[in-house]
């Protein structure tokens, strides 16, 4: 190999290994946030960083679904300083750093090793692409709509813009996360129209005079935006757009935004008896036993899904007319109160849940493709089966 060549390959090698080990814990989390919003979370709920400095170099991700101090030593062996969680460590919260409970005990071990520990909660929850989502797809649903949505999710932005700037501001506003509807994007509605202002003599108008009413050639520009996104897109339209004082109004619409909410319902492409079903359901999650309820006569087509404690969405799923609901944590008594013509099947509550692993995994990579990302080998599951 010609020795220029050689320099220069290792002259670019040089550059990109001094970027790849100056990725920060913060990098990571900044790309997990706009994948997974934390203002997504239900409001009991602790998501987010549980310990740890975002300043912190990254030497290695390992995902879990719940973090033991069995995780945490995995993590050290794998030269991971990074664990990323489904479930947090506390949804309370620790007002002492004493005793020894669990959390208390994990706290401390993660701050003593310098581990920082990020979860992903009701965040993951609530979107349709998340842990009842990725469960659907092993199961091999079609048309997969959310069962029940999240309210007053949608808001609709409605501004006026100079007709030259329209362009700019509208392009500004669907980088910020506007304009988004189902799978189509940079969706507006536009109409030409003439404003007017006039400002005293304190203000510096892009157009016109001072103290004189001016009268300029408008588009009023109408968006949707999911609520979360409510201040991204309004630092984005104050910055793009040209004038001194923006006029802009958001609406709170009741629409539902199909991609946001908990549970999911869709369909299988071929029915199936319902035996084989909870065969196939009992392999594909690894559970020791599936509790259920009576079978329906028919044959299992529509299926509704809630991964973790799901029981509270049975009467959706009933409303829905799904013909089996699977979850985890169903109680007892609810199991006298189903209907004939629905199947309740209770997996577990971490067998629902595992997949989420696998969730955070390709998310991740997508951004990092080249970065130390592991699974845990831990079964963080509590609940032990004797058979």
């Not at 309210?151 to 304009?179: M, Q």
């Not at 005293?200 to 004189?212: A, C, I, M, R, S």
């Not at 309004?234 to 040209?242: D, G, T, V, W």
Request: aromatic residues 10%; charged residues 25%; proline residues 5%.
């Amino acid at each position: 190999m010609p020795r220029l060549l050689l320099t220069g390959l290792l002259f670019f090698f040089t550059i990109f290994k001094d970027m790849f080990q100056n990725i920060k814990i913060k990098d990571v989390i900044s790309y997990l946030e706009k994948e997974i919003p934390l203002a997504l979370q239900e409001d009991y709920d602790n998501c987010g960083l549980q310990t740890g400095d975002p300043e912190d170099v990254l030497s290695g991700i390992l995902i879990t679904l719940d973090v033991t101090p069995e995780v945490i030593e995995e993590a050290l062996q794998k030269k991971c300083n990074f664990i990323i969680s489904h479930h947090p460590i506390t949804l309370t919260g620790i007002k002492k750093m004493t005793g020894d409970t669990m959390p208390v005990k994990i706290f401390k071990e993660a701050l003593t090793r310098k581990i920082s520990i990020y979860s992903i909660h009701t965040n993951i929850d609530g979107l349709k692409k998340g842990v009842s989502g990725i469960l659907g797809q092993k199961l091999g649903l079609i048309n997969i709509k959310i069962l029940s949505y999240t309210k007053k999710s949608l808001l609709k932005l409605v501004t006026f813009v100079p007709a030259e700037h329209a362009d700019k501001v509208r392009n500004a506003l669907f980088e910020a996360g506007a304009g988004k509807i189902g799978n189509y994007e940079s969706c507006s509605y536009n109409i030409y129209g003439e404003g007017t202002f006039c400002g005293d003599e304190t203000t510096n108008p892009y157009v016109g005079n001072k103290g004189e009413i001016h009268f300029e050639k408008e588009i009023r520009i109408e968006t949707v935006l999911p609520a979360y996104q409510q201040n991204n897109v309004l630092k984005a339209l104050l910055s793009a757009h040209p004038y001194e004082e923006v006029a802009y109004d958001f609406y709170q619409l009741e629409n539902n935004w199909e991609e946001a909410g908990i549970g999911i319902i869709g369909e299988l492409k071929e029915p199936e008896k319902p035996i084989d079903f909870l065969k196939r359901l009992k392999e594909i999650t690894n559970s020791a036993f599936i509790k259920h309820s009576q079978p329906p006569d028919n044959q299992i087509k529509k299926i509704a899904v809630c991964g973790g404690s799901g029981s509270f969405l049975i009467p959706n799923a009933i409303s829905a007319k799904a013909d089996v609901f699977i979850t985890g944590d169903v109680k007892y008594h609810q199991f006298f109160d189903i209907p004939a013509n629905i199947m309740i099947a209770d997996i577990g509550h971490y067998e629902s849940e595992q997949f989420s692993k696998e969730l955070f995994f390709a998310i991740i990579t997508k951004k990092f493709p080249n970065f130390a990302v592991h699974f845990s080998e831990v079964n963080s599951n509590p609940i032990k089966y004797f058979s």
